[in-house]
């Protein structure tokens, strides 16, 4: 009995160490990002993309509760510019405020996560004239503190499908 206690401790052990070393190995820093070409040009886009309700018109994070409290404050379409939201479990209770804007360029936002769990995150939607039409890029940054950084292994192919759909939302409102 005594050597299954043993072995039983040995396994627990190299566990524990795969999972620290995986930690340390993923780090904490996390960066995503998507884009997609929209036949309009960069003046039209920019509008769906200017301020918290303009960007809400495409959010993919909008449908995860259909029945979210919003409430917006600043300036829309300044710096300061403040949407919150409280929501189903799904949702969760967070805070997006514009901190950069650069006309038919660059909208920056920081994102406050509140509910499930706290984390702060940078998001910039980036416009790229091509011809007639506009590249955009959305970007999304984050640190993850130990463990939760491990969740970096998974949130890939969950950022790929919020982003594509939300792109996609932003392209047809576009080229209207």
Same mark, same amino acid.
């Given at each position: 009995?005594?050597?299954?206690?043993?072995?039983?401790?040995?396994?627990?052990?190299v566990?524990?160490l795969?999972i620290?070393?995986?930690?340390?190995?993923?780090?904490k820093?996390?960066?995503?990002?998507?884009?997609?070409?929209?036949?309009a040009?960069?003046?039209?886009?920019?509008?769906?993309?200017?301020?918290?309700?303009?960007?809400?018109s495409?959010?993919?994070?909008?449908?995860?509760?259909?029945?979210?409290?919003?409430?917006?404050? !600043?300036?829309?379409?300044?710096i !300061?510019d403040?949407?919150?939201?409280? !929501?189903?479990? +799904?949702?969760g209770?967070g805070?997006?405020?514009?901190?950069?804007?650069?006309?038919?360029?660059?909208?920056?936002?920081?994102?406050?996560?509140? =509910?499930?769990?706290?984390?702060?995150?940078?998001?910039?939607?980036?416009?790229?004239? +091509?011809g $007639?039409?506009?590249?955009?890029?959305?970007?999304?940054?984050?640190? *993850?503190?130990?463990p939760? $950084?491990? *969740?970096?292994l998974?949130?890939d192919?969950?950022?790929? =499908?919020?982003f !594509?759909?939300?792109? +996609? =939302?932003?392209?047809?409102?576009?080229?209207?």
């Amino acid at each position: 009995m005594k050597k299954f206690f043993k072995i039983l401790l040995f396994f627990f052990i190299v566990i524990f160490l795969v999972i620290v070393i995986a930690m340390i190995a993923v780090g904490k820093k996390y960066h995503f990002e998507k884009s997609i070409v929209i036949n309009a040009p960069v003046e039209k886009v920019w509008q769906n993309v200017n301020s918290m309700k303009a960007v809400n018109s495409w959010s993919p994070f909008m449908d995860y509760d259909k029945n979210m409290k919003q409430t917006y404050s !600043g300036v829309s379409g300044q710096i !300061g510019d403040t949407y919150h939201w409280s !929501g189903n479990e +799904q949702a969760g209770e967070g805070e997006e405020k514009i901190t950069a804007l650069e006309p038919n360029k660059k909208s920056s936002i920081n994102i406050r996560f509140i =509910k499930p769990f706290e984390a702060n995150a940078d998001a910039d939607v980036l416009l790229e004239p +091509q011809g $007639n039409a506009t590249k955009v890029t959305w970007t999304f940054d984050t640190e *993850m503190n130990y463990p939760m $950084n491990l *969740m970096k292994l998974t949130m890939d192919s969950q950022m790929d =499908k919020d982003f !594509g759909k939300g792109l +996609q =939302k932003l392209k047809e409102i576009s080229e209207k």
